[in-house]
C-alpha cells in the first residue's frame, strides 16, 4: 500500500521535510509505520509516548489499521504561552 506520511514541527526537522510517500505492507497501522520512520531516523524514538497520529485527518491511535492511500500525520506535543 502507498501512504502519505506528514511530519511537523521538531519531527519535520529531524527527517528533513514534512511530507514523504511510503510503501507499506497490507495490513499496517500506524504503528508499524513510525516503527519503520524510527528505524530509520532513530532521533524519532524519543517521541513515541508523546505523539499524537492521525489518520486522514482524524486523531487515531497507533494500533489503527491503514488503507491504500491513507494520509498518516504525526504531531509532536505542543507547549507555549
Same mark, same amino acid.
Given at each position: 500500500?502507498?501512504?502519505?506520511? =506528514?511530519?511537523?514541527? =521538531?519531527? +519535520? ?8 510517500? +511510503? ?21 524519532? +524514538?524519543?517521541? =513515541?509516548?508523546?505523539?499524537?497520529? @492521525? ?17 498518516? @500525520? ?8
Amino acid at each position: 500500500m502507498r501512504i502519505n506520511v =506528514r511530519l511537523f514541527a =521538531r519531527l +519535520r526537522d529531524i527527517v528533513g521535510e514534512g511530507e514523504i510517500a +511510503r510503501q507499506v505492507p497490507d495490513g499496517a497501522s500506524v504503528g508499524t509505520v513510525w516503527d519503520e520512520l524510527t528505524g530509520e531516523f532513530p532521533e524519532l +524514538r524519543a517521541y =513515541r509516548e508523546t505523539i499524537s497520529a @492521525a489518520v486522514n485527518a482524524e486523531y487515531s491511535r497507533m494500533d489503527a489499521p491503514l488503507g491504500d492511500g491513507d494520509e498518516v @500525520a504525526f504531531l509532536p506535543p505542543v507547549s507555549g504561552g
